[in-house]
């Protein structure tokens, strides 16, 4: 009985229940915006790769030609399994990889006298290093080798 109505009240309220993958700030989507009209792409992709020393560093690189194509000629696809996030008129793809790490990470960029960077404030994040460059998530196991 109790199932049936979570499942009722789950189908009336749709998607809307569902966890943003990634929310950016005006600066991020300014910055992106910024570095998809140099490139004339659509959008970029953002993933993670096992390295540092804490097991994992995001990755955010202009979405790749599918097929082969050149570059002039290239159609930014999404990939099957893709998640596209549109936040403030900027499209992000994220590798189906890299997502149960991400789900609910805010992208923010800061340009200071410093650095100039975009950083990530990952809610999944269960540790990282002390420059900052990696993190690790329970979802991680390579972490803790």
Do not use: W
């Amino acid at each position: 009985m109790a199932s049936s109505f979570l499942a009722a009240a789950a189908q009336k309220a749709g998607p809307s229940l569902r966890r943003q993958a990634l929310t950016l700030t005006d600066a991020a989507a300014s910055r992106i915006r910024s570095l998809l009209q140099q490139r004339q792409r659509s959008f970029l992709r953002l993933g993670v790769k096992a390295r540092g020393c804490n097991g994992l560093s995001y990755t955010l690189n202009y979405a790749a030609c599918r097929g082969g194509l050149s570059s002039s000629s290239c159609r930014n696809e999404k990939g099957k399994f893709d998640e596209l996030v549109e936040d403030k008129g900027v499209k992000i793809l994220i590798d189906p990889k890299a997502l149960m790490h991400v789900i609910g990470t805010k992208m923010d960029f800061v340009d200071d006298k410093l650095r100039s960077e975009f950083i990530f404030i990952n809610p999944n994040s269960k540790g990282q290093c002390g420059c900052g460059e990696s993190f690790m998530t329970t979802n991680n196991p390579g972490a803790s080798k």
